[in-house]
DNA sequence: ACTCAAGGCCAC
DNA sequence: GTGGCCTTGAGT
């Protein structure tokens, strides 16, 4: 039986093709013609990773170690990533052959030959249909042949080799020995020192972001962060659309203590500021008591833009102790509040003059607080598992995790806190799932003044 | 300067 | 047509 299939893509860069294939927008402006079809295949899978670019460099700390990278399609050796994915290089010029040349495959069998090494070349057809089934992307052929230079998959690549990386970094770290000793830095991303900022960031939008890992003879790796959040189950190369959640509840969310800036007109008390209510640029304070037997740097980490220095405003943190716990001091006129992490107790002094008629609000965002005990062991996994067979354990890459667990805990909080729902609400409301405007928002504001 | 994912070349 | 190697050039 010989069967055929066949895609267009229309003049806005769309693909009409029955197959999970990313869309082409690249490969012409008319109809490509060509015919393709096949079963849903599914690709191999297995193998971590080979950072070897064309040659295969065999000598990769990873191939080292037997741990090879397959190609998803054939099952050779990959030679890099090709069109979307780590592919090998004969696959790779299949899929540039067929998709710039605009070539016509059929398949005399029924769609669903097997492609591998030996096999590959016995039916076009089916091996096209493999490609675009594991994800080669047909965008990624230029249109206009252009040689050289980067395209816009290269983020996407860089994800994916961290993701990879950290799924080699889980297999090592579950050996009962430690094989090779590892040393963590933490990515300084760029030297902008907004490492922590920006997986703040991330945790906002639901991406991971990467960090580097500094293997035993030099070389550079990269490490995912995967923010821990219960319903982001994004991959590494998807993005969140405008309406998607991507926080949500996750156990031991704690929001820790933030002192933020001056409040704003209306607003009765400073003390726990959800992280959505703070402005941009205003100082804030971390502060999170290590578990029994942490590092004694741990007892005292501070994150955010001015976090330890006098920021500005009326309300600023006076006084921090890194000692016996962590403690701030908070000073904002017209009242004061004073916060304090110590013996796994975490307390919240409110000095305002209205102890005893906290405000509604107030009490509950407190009541909403999740356990203290929920997060502290969480923070203790966290430790044993970064500190538990290592044989070299990087103290600031140990600070950058705790601060990125508690500012993620910080996002969970806010994103779950009555506000932010109630914002969320508005803003679908107005402009069905698109970003508000600052307009928009003054709008929202004056409409629920009335 | 280096990286690496594009396209190109050419022996098979 | 295939696939290994080379050249290119934007991004880092």
Redesign the pocket.
């Known amino acids: 039986m010989m069967t055929t299939m066949s895609y267009n893509i229309d003049n806005t860069g769309h693909c009409y093709i029955p197959a999970p294939a990313q869309l082409p927008s690249s490969v012409g402006q008319s109809g490509l013609g060509l015919t393709i079809g096949g079963p849903n295949m599914s690709s191999p899978g297995g193998g971590l990773m080979d ?1 070897g ?3 295969v460099q065999h000598d990769h700390p990873d191939t080292k170690e037997g741990i090879e990278e397959l190609c998803p399609v054939c099952g ?1 050796k990959v030679s ?5 994915l780590l592919t ?4 790779k ?2 899929f ?3 998709v ?2 605009k ?1 016509v495959y059929t398949c005399v069998a029924d769609r669903s030959c097997h492609i591998d090494k030996s096999q ?2 016995r039916c ?1 057809f089916c ?1 096209f249909q493999k490609c675009l089934d594991v994800g080669m992307k047909l965008e ?3 249109a206009d ?7 816009k ?3 996407m ?1 860089k994800r994916d080799r961290a993701r990879r990386l950290q799924l080699l970094r889980q297999k090592q770290l579950s050996r009962p020995q430690c094989q090779a000793p590892v040393t963590l830095n933490h990515n300084t991303g760029g030297g902008t020192g907004g490492e922590v900022g920006s997986h703040f960031l991330a945790a906002l939008h639901g991406v991971p972001t990467t960090a580097h890992i500094y293997s035993a003879d030099g070389i550079k790796q990269e490490l995912i962060q995967i923010p821990q959040l219960s319903s982001s189950t994004s991959s590494p190369d998807s993005s969140p659309s405008p309406g998607q959640q991507p926080l949500a509840a996750s156990q031991g969310q704690h929001f820790v203590t933030v002192s933020a800036g001056p409040p704003p007109p209306g607003q009765p008390m400073p003390t726990q500021q959800p992280p959505h209510a703070q402005t941009p640029g205003a100082p804030t304070a971390t502060t999170i008591h290590s578990p029994v037997g942490a590092p004694d740097l741990m007892k005292w980490v501070t994150a955010g833009p001015g976090a330890t220095s006098a920021g500005g405003g009326a309300g600023t943190p006076t006084a921090m102790s890194p000692k016996n716990g962590a403690h701030f001091h908070y000073e904002g006129a017209p009242s004061t509040a004073t916060g304090s992490l110590s013996a796994g107790v975490t307390a919240i002094q409110l000095t305002t003059g209205a102890v005893g008629k906290i405000p509604a609000l107030i009490r509950e965002f407190q009541l909403s607080a999740p356990d203290d005990k929920d997060w502290q062991s969480q923070l203790f996994g966290l430790l044993q598992n970064q500190t538990y067979n290592q044989c070299e354990v990087d103290l600031f890459e140990l600070m950058c995790k705790v601060i990125d667990q508690s500012l993620f805990a910080q996002v969970d909080w806010a994103r779950n806190s009555i506000f932010f729902k109630d914002l969320k609400f508005l803003y679908y409301k107005h402009m069905g799932g698109s970003a508000p405007t600052q307009t928009l928002l003054m709008e929202m504001l004056h409409a629920k003044k009335k």
Do not use: I, L, W
């Open positions: 950072y670019h064309h040659p050779d890099g990533y090709h069109y979307g090998c290089e004969s696959c010029g299949f540039k052959r067929t710039q040349n070539k590959r070349k076009p091996r990624a052929v230029r042949r252009m040689r050289g230079g980067r395209n998959f290269g983020p690549y």
